[in-house]
């Protein structure tokens, strides 16, 4: 089986959206990443930090999914890092209530020796220095190396940031994180600046509206699953990611046209994940389900056409 | 060849976009409707109304896509329909400078005796009346009646406007008229109260997002094909209609399978469209590049999955 490695937080949310909240609840873009990869024939290992305070329980959910937790870290008397966060009606955009770092804030990532040879590597969003020190930490040059940020690092540590964004072959990122990064409007203007950077494969995710993957003068367009309600979207980036960088894994081919698949699997598990609140979805996910919606995906999207 | 019957307005538009603007030049749903259907095999009449004031010279571009304009009734002494916008940065929103009805105002519109017999009646935007009294004179029952609107209507003439809806087979309209007129928020619940109140399909047009076409429980999506620049929205959602509707009309086929491929054929002449200021994109469009770009559609959208 392929190996897939997985940097990203394992954290707290709380979650506020019009149809209810939450508590502290499990949450983080290393665990929605490894959730939705998990739908997929591979072994997976998630590097990360918690404190003493994250319940065995949550961490029971990870193994239950194979998910390698010997690079997640638990420190001592520390507390696990924290997000809130309340979506407006429309749930295309969020106020951040509180972040508190805690264990994050000094945290060294360690790639457990198995995974030094990972095949793929996806690097959540994360600090770009943390994102880094897992590829150098790596010992065989993996097939594919994915990196998702957001805007809070081209605010704040943006040359890290680039010199991370060299070393990667695919960058995933929202519309408006594309058009700050690159300084264009047009996302077709954009993914060619973002090429310039390093990225082979720029993908550009567009929420509700779908996702993009350009590469070079090509460009695939995956839908959003029309659903009758969105319930919460936080972690459907990282499942879509996740559910991209899992398939690539899987089926060990780096070609755009297998890339066009794995875009439709990310997006496929990512309209699950909003169904429910924080991870509830996709810890209940079927593999009935899954094939049964990728058959959606399918009708929602192909055509016959004579030219 | 099978026959297609637009209503619409025929106009005079003055456009302001960040790019630059125009004086008046020639415009109108009826005849962004008829350029974009004259790319298909099939007979086309447009029934409308204009001022004297309006040039020989505008005629004669849409009598030079064989579009049959004996049902144009032209006004002596009066004056023609005259819109102004100016798009905001994003093109994605505008605020309406002038609206001069004018001939529009008394406007009684009269199908030529030959198109009575129509096979396909695409209602373009206007009075929810003028678009009843055009159905009104239809000896024959058409294959497919077409209808395009906006949330003008449902401010002003609802009861109208929910009259002629009862008669038609498609709707098309905006994501956010979708909303207005079913008091739903979610595209999937709105299509399925719209289709209760008469169209047993409803395309909902997403601008820059795509469009999707709902009948009972299945859904269709296509993307806007991923442009570099967008110089001049005016008129997309129209030439949208008129590809779907020109389709269908030379394809004398009503399924939902070939409504998928129409509106991929909407979508794209209206990546042409908006490339160009008016209607200067559309005058000059060859058959080569509807044909170039389709691919780039196909290769955009279409994928392999093993299920």
Chains 1, 2 share one sequence.
């Not at 994250?54 to 193994?63: C, G």
């Not at 072959?169 to 993914?191: C, F, M, P, W």
């Not at 839908?223 to 979207?233: C, K, T």
């Amino acid at each position: 089986m392929n190996k897939l490695l997985i940097v990203g937080t394992v954290a707290f949310d709380a979650i506020e959206t019009p149809f209810g909240k939450t508590d502290k609840i499990l949450g983080g873009a290393g665990t929605y990443i490894g959730l939705s990869a998990s739908h997929f024939n591979l072994q997976s290992a998630i590097v990360s930090v918690v404190g003493d305070d994250f319940p065995q329980e949550y961490l029971d959910l990870l193994t239950a999914r194979n998910i390698d937790i010997s690079g997640l870290e638990v420190v001592k008397g520390g507390k696990t890092f924290f997000w809130s966060g309340k979506y407006h009606n429309d749930l295309n955009s969020r106020d951040t209530l509180a972040t508190e770092l805690n264990v994050l804030a000094d945290f060294q990532p360690k790639v457990p020796q198995n995974f030094k040879n990972a095949d793929v590597v996806m690097l959540g969003n994360l600090h770009p220095m943390v994102q880094s020190s897992v590829l150098d930490q790596m010992e065989v040059k993996p097939k594919l190396v994915v990196l998702d940020t957001m805007n809070f690092w081209m605010d704040c540590a943006l040359e890290d940031l680039l010199n991370v964004i060299k070393r990667v072959d695919v960058i995933t990122i929202n519309d408006e994180e594309a058009r700050q990064l690159s300084g264009e409007y047009s996302l077709v203007k954009a993914a060619a600046k973002i090429h310039t950077m390093g990225p082979k494969y720029v993908v550009i995710k567009k929420g509700e509206h779908g996702a993009l993957i350009f590469h070079d003068k090509e460009v695939f367009f995956a839908p959003a699953l029309p659903l009758e309600e969105v319930f919460d979207p936080t972690g459907a980036g990282d499942t879509f990611a996740g559910g991209f960088a899992g398939f690539i894994t899987q089926s060990e081919n780096i070609s755009f046209e297998n890339m066009k698949t794995a875009i439709i699997h990310g997006s496929n598990l990512a309209s699950f994940c909003v169904e429910k609140f924080g991870t509830e979805r996709m810890l209940k996910l079927s593999k009935e389900e899954v094939v049964a919606r990728l058959k959606q995906f399918k009708s929602l999207t192909q055509f016959e056409i004579a030219l």
